[in-house]
T-cell receptor
Framework: DAGVTQSPTHLIKTRGQQVTLRCSPK?????VSWYQQALGQGPQFIFQ???????QRGNFPDRFSGHQFPNYSSELNVNALLLGDSALYLC??????????????FGSGTRLTVV | GENVEQHPSTLSVQEGDSAVIKCTYS??????FPWYKQELGKRPQLIID?????GEKKDQRIAVTLNKTAKHFSLHITETQPEDSAVYFC??????????FGKGTRLHILP
């Protein structure tokens, strides 16, 4: 059973650069949510994609953007990287609109370090 | 929007004793409350969840309680074991499916 897969696992970027992170949801899931987890903190909601559209967004600037493809996989793009963007980026998949009863399945995350 | 407060931030208990982690939420429309366990360097994993039409749910050594009136919910771990050491996150979700997390509780099980 394929769980949620994220790539790459680790990434080092320079301030001002752009980065793209990728996520493949668990088989059978169609909704992808992205979270930023700073060291020692809880995951912070970035945005959620369903039916290839951004359905909800948290309190993150426009530098954070995303996309969902017809196969439900998703990308997170961050432009003009800041040192404060260094964090673990988690992708979570779930099934359908309003079906939170089963919770999210998380990927292992991408550790982004901005230097 | 929803805000989830969690305490304590750190909790140390003797092996075999019980641990309790408490959370409050702000949005009365929230109807789903999952708990996640995150071990060092690993992904958060769902350990138990509760919906707003239920007051308590148990799964072996783990139980969750929900007080909708007070907007409180708690995680109880009995007969703690070394492998229970981890960071635990409570979370809340309303009808629009977004899940908001607390800041986490680092649980240490002492030998």
């Amino acid at each position: 059973d394929a769980g949620v897969t994220q790539s790459p696992t680790h990434l080092i970027k320079t301030r001002g650069q752009q980065v793209t992170l990728r996520c493949s949801p668990k088989s059978g899931h169609d909704t992808v949510s992205w979270y930023q987890q700073a060291l020692g903190q809880g995951p912070q909601f970035i945005f959620q994609y369903y039916e290839e559209e951004e359905r909800q967004r948290g309190n993150f600037p426009d530098r954070f953007s995303g996309h969902q493809f017809p196969n439900y996989s998703s990308e997170l793009n961050v432009n003009a990287l800041l040192l404060g963007d260094s964090a673990l980026y988690l992708c979570a998949s779930s099934l359908g609109t309003g079906l939170t009863n089963y919770g999210y399945t998380f990927g292992s995350g991408t550790r982004l370090t901005v230097v | 929007g929803e805000n989830v407060e969690q305490h304590p931030s750190t909790l140390s208990v003797q092996e075999g004793d019980s641990a309790v982690i408490k959370c409050t939420y702000s949005d009365s429309a929230s109807n789903y409350f999952p708990w996640y366990k995150q071990e060092l360097g690993k992904r958060p994993q769902l350990i138990i969840d509760i919906r707003s039409n239920v007051g308590e749910k148990k799964d072996q050594r783990i139980a969750v309680t929900l007080n909708k009136t007070a907007k409180h919910f708690s995680l109880h771990i009995t007969e703690t074991q070394p492998e229970d050491s981890a960071v635990y996150f409570c979370a809340a979700s309303n009808r629009d499916d977004k899940i908001i997390f607390g800041k986490g509780t680092r649980l240490h099980i002492l030998p």
